[in-house]
């Protein structure tokens, strides 16, 4: 079974400031997906961004982008620029690529990030 | 374009009794998934729905139940209700024949407060 570790419980940023979520998983499977997902208060699950293990790429999205090691099994979430709307809970994800699209999430604990102004 | 709709928002029930919670999934998904999220904790998968068949099952015990739909929506049902059941249930929804990178999409919950 697939395991997602979040150890960090909170963390505080500096509006304008970077700050990198860790974010650690064990799997068997050589093949899969990550994800890390934002919860703010309204309580909806938003995606933030996703990486497919198969590449090598680390993903971006403006101003999130993470750290893929694939050996180390690691997966941190980086974001520049911190803004007073990404206070949140933030999850990282694990799905298994070969029960396709609709295998299950596996969720971290999550880890609360709060943004100072 | 309406996404995953939730129902109830919020509700609150006594130990041993029954409930129903609703999901009707995004335009063009057909697949539901359901969670539980505990207070302070991350989601934990209950089961996820595709053709009106459950097709995976998380570690919870019979009391959870579900259904779906002809038009893919679906329903969590949770019997003899324990004070452990107290939590966020979230449905997600995806389509089966997408691509395995498609994430899955969210509702914004029911909140289930048993006293």
């Known amino acids: 079974a697939q395991t997602v570790t979040q150890s960090q419980p909170e963390m505080s940023v500096q509006e304008a400031e970077t700050v990198t979520l860790s974010c650690t998983y064990d799997t068997s499977e050589s093949d899969y997906y990550l994800f890390w997902y934002k919860q703010p208060p309204s309580r909806q699950m938003i995606l933030v961004i996703r990486?497919?293990?198969?590449?090598?790429q680390n993903a971006t999205e403006n101003r999130f982008s993470v750290n893929f090691q694939k050996a180390a099994k690691s997966f941190s979430l980086k974001i520049s620029d911190s803004q007073l709307g990404d206070a949140a809970m933030y999850f990282c994800a694990y799905r298994s690529m070969y029960t396709g699209a609709n295998s299950k999430l596996t969720f971290g604990k999550g880890i609360t990030l709060s943004v100072r102004p | 374009d309406a996404g995953v709709t939730q129902s109830p928002t919020h509700l609150i029930k006594t130990r041993g009794q029954q409930v129903t919670l609703r999901c009707s999934p995004k335009?063009?998904?057909?697949?539901v998934s359901w969670y539980q999220q505990a207070l302070g904790q991350g989601p934990q998968f209950i089961f996820q729905y595709y053709e009106e068949e459950e097709r995976q099952r998380g570690n919870f015990p019979d009391r959870f139940s579900g259904h779906q739909f002809p038009n893919y929506s679906s329903e969590l049902n949770v019997n003899a209700l324990l004070l452990g059941d107290s939590a966020l249930y979230l449905c997600?929804?995806?389509?089966?024949?997408?691509?395995?990178?498609?994430?899955?999409?969210f509702g914004d919950g029911t909140r289930l407060s048993i006293l």
């Open positions: 990486q497919e293990a198969y590449k090598q």
């Open positions: 997600a929804s995806s389509e089966y024949r997408g691509g395995g990178n498609q994430p899955q999409h």
């Open positions: 335009s063009g998904h057909d697949t």
